[in-house]
């Protein structure tokens, strides 16, 4: 009984700790006095700090989301839970857990899509079997817009390998190729692979300016050969 009073006179002088500390003082009074006189004053106390505790994880929640540092929001949640596990926002918290799990794992799927770069395929099968796994996720959304962002990249990039395929290939009519090019361009006129569509269809006119030059030269010296021919009967 002694030691009892003894060990709650000195939960008095944690008033001035952090709440995490204050809360793991109490908790420690009720681990060591399982049936100590003092018990319900003590779980009284430690009642008090979920609003306390639950407005530090809100403060908390948006540097997680900014920093993407999801780890220490989600043991937030998990002491939250640890520390009062009857609370009427258990339900909350453990739904904000969950989507700061989400959150970190999609965070680490997009940095492996990254390292992918324009390998659209392979990040679309690393995203795919991702939902497969996890059709439940609180960021199932935001993976599927990353799916079909991949499905037009992956329709841009095979519309351009056939445009460059047809326009580079010399058996094709170089007006032909000129056309395909420039319609290619003109249906789209803000795609991924404009810049390189134009050099192409510069390089095709010059080749085309040069070829007419060349039969426009070729007829000039066929004309004054057949006049020098006149001169000379």
């Known amino acids: 009984t002694l030691i009892d009073n003894v060990d709650y006179a000195r939960l008095k002088d944690v008033a001035r700790l952090d709440s995490k500390n204050r809360i793991e003082a109490y908790l420690g009074y009720l681990l060591k006095h399982p049936n100590g006189r003092h018990r319900t004053q003590v779980e009284a106390l430690v009642a008090d700090m979920s609003e306390e505790y639950y407005g530090h994880l809100m403060k908390t929640m948006p540097q997680c ?14 002491n939250f839970l640890n520390y009062f596990p009857k609370n009427y926002r258990t339900t909350e918290i453990d739904n904000l857990k969950a989507v700061m799990e989400d959150k970190r794992d999609v965070a680490e799927l997009m940095e492996t899509v990254q390292r992918l770069g324009d390998k659209f395929e392979s990040a679309k099968n690393v995203l795919t079997a991702y939902l497969d796994g996890n059709p439940n996720s609180t960021q199932a959304a935001r993976i599927r817009d990353n799916i079909a962002r991949l499905d037009r990249n992956l329709r841009e990039s095979r519309e351009w390998q056939t445009a ?8 094709n009519s170089l007006p032909a190729r000129i056309n395909y090019i420039g319609q290619y361009i003109r249906l789209n006129p803000s795609g991924r692979f404009d810049k390189s569509a134009r050099r192409l269809l510069t390089q095709l006119q010059n080749e085309n300016r040069t070829l007419y030059q060349n039969r426009i030269e070729e007829q000039r010296k066929r004309q004054q050969a057949e006049m020098s021919q006149e001169r000379n009967r």
Not at 65 to 78: A, E, F, H, S
Not at 164 to 171: L, R
């Open 65 to 78: 989301d900014q920093t993407g540092k999801w780890d220490k929001c989600i043991l937030l949640c998990d």
């Open 164 to 171: 460059a395929a047809y326009s580079q290939n010399s058996q």
